[in-house]
């Protein structure tokens, strides 16, 4: 049951994105080399993996869990638990299969021998697959929660784009 559990997670992890990293300043912190999760990807104690497996021989039967390691502190904790939730029940009731092999230790996330989808790099390229009309975002949450939350993840990156950083000021005053 455990493994369908974390198949489900990992089928729908792309299209929650959101959910798991709702502002345009999450994803700084999702860049590869950062011991960071970039990846739909799995592993025994991997620190880098997208989620991380503690179990035996590295912990007691009785401790065996799952730690996402997506989301970040600007994340609603409710959002998140419903959508884990949510996906991981799915993967049980449809007996998913784990189709992404586990990283072993030393394997680097993003690296030759991760298999895993690259999960999106920004809100925007987030919040178009969790609206997609194929989403499993659509399946879990439902359209109308996806129409509206996505719509404020939208109105975020506009104003993002047309926000003036001072870093575009000192770097292009000088030239213009």
Same mark, same amino acid.
């Given at each position: 049951?455990?493994?369908?559990?974390?198949?489900?997670?990992?089928?729908?992890?792309?299209?929650?994105?959101?959910?798991?990293?709702?502002?345009?300043?999450?994803?700084?912190?999702?860049?590869?080399?950062?011991?960071?999760? @970039?990846?739909?990807?799995?592993?025994? *104690?991997?620190?880098?993996?997208?989620?991380?497996?503690?179990?035996?021989?590295?912990?007691?039967?009785?401790?065996?869990?799952?730690?996402?390691?997506?989301?970040?502190?600007?994340?609603?904790?409710?959002?998140?638990?419903? !959508?884990?939730? !949510?996906?991981?029940?799915?993967?049980?009731?449809?007996?998913? +299969?784990?189709?992404?092999?586990?990283?072993?230790?030393? *394997?680097? @996330?993003?690296?030759?021998?991760?298999?895993?989808?690259?999960?999106?790099?920004?809100?925007? +390229? !987030?919040?178009?697959?969790?609206?997609?009309?194929?989403?499993?975002?659509?399946?879990?949450?439902?359209?109308?929660? @996806?129409?509206?939350?996505?719509?404020?993840? *939208?109105? +975020?990156?506009?104003?993002?784009? *047309?926000?003036?950083?001072?870093?575009? @000021?000192?770097?292009?005053?000088?030239?213009?």
């Amino acid at each position: 049951m455990g493994r369908h559990f974390l198949a489900g997670i990992l089928d729908g992890l792309p299209d929650i994105m959101p959910i798991l990293a709702p502002t345009v300043n999450s994803y700084k912190r999702l860049v590869e080399n950062f011991w960071a999760p @970039v990846t739909v990807s799995w592993g025994l *104690e991997h620190r880098a993996a997208s989620i991380r497996l503690i179990a035996p021989p590295t912990a007691k039967a009785s401790a065996t869990r799952f730690e996402i390691r997506v989301p970040g502190a600007d994340a609603n904790p409710h959002y998140v638990l419903a !959508a884990c939730l !949510a996906l991981g029940w799915r993967g049980v009731k449809e007996k998913l +299969e784990l189709t992404v092999p586990p990283l072993g230790k030393g *394997e680097d @996330v993003g690296g030759e021998s991760d298999a895993g989808q690259r999960l999106a790099r920004n809100l925007g +390229e !987030a919040t178009e697959r969790f609206m997609a009309k194929d989403s499993l975002a659509r399946e879990v949450f439902g359209d109308e929660f @996806v129409e509206h939350f996505g719509g404020t993840r *939208e109105h +975020e990156v506009r104003l993002y784009d *047309e926000a003036v950083t001072d870093w575009e @000021v000192k770097r292009y005053m000088e030239t213009v």
